[in-house]
């Protein structure tokens, strides 16, 4: 795992950005994995100015969500359908027919789910996923206790991710108790992995993610299993880091290092 601190949220958002132009400038028709929440509004921010600039073209790429809460429409402002339109797919050249997004709404959600799989598969698998992490160590809506295998599916969302999320609705009671999303299993096959994380209220889960033992208690710690793994922090997110110099250290060290 590649752990980078940076000093503000604005630097953090602009390195990982950085990572997907990169992919993109060499492979522009990539599948990108797309994450919601408030961590991940500055690389989109930074993703819509590059395009603006014309330095970045979506109109090859494909994405796939993380996840979707179950019961809210696309037209409800708090669906995650609403919010990736609104805050990256309307600024860039996506090609709508690209996008793919859990749905919210389907009738039977064991066959979407196994669809939504096998779309990932005939896409030619996730090229960069872009994740948070919950303040519970989840990633993806992968509450404590997710199979580090698991798929696709349904979930039942944990009190600590409801009372988080209560920010973004009008009361706690209309938070939805469910969701569809990608399991830990989907999440590790990406080619690479780019995880933020920033605020205080996320230093203990990024500590455990980083340095703690690979459990389903903290599914993002499923990340030390992946080949590569990027994680971009702000100070406060690696506040509980033991091993903080030696990530400064490495990253210092990192332009004179042999090619590999
Ligand atoms: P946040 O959510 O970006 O809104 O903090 C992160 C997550 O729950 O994965």
Known sequence: MEVVVLPSYQEMSKAAAQVIAGVLNEKPNAVLGMATGSTPLGVYQELVKMHKAGELDFHQVTTFNLDEYVGLPKSNSQSYHYF?????????????????IPSGTTKNYRAFCAWYEKRIEEC????VQILGIGSDGHIAFNEPGSSLSSRTRLKTLAEPTIQDNARFFDRKEDVPIYAITMGVGTILEARTLVLLANGKNKANAVAQMVEGPVTSMITASALQLHPSAKVFLDEDAAGQLKMREYYDWVMKKKPGAPQT
């Open 124 to 127: 030619g698998g996730i090229d």
């Open 84 to 100: 990736m339109h609104e805050n990256f797919f309307k600024h860039v050249n996506i090609a709508p027919d690209n996008i793919y």
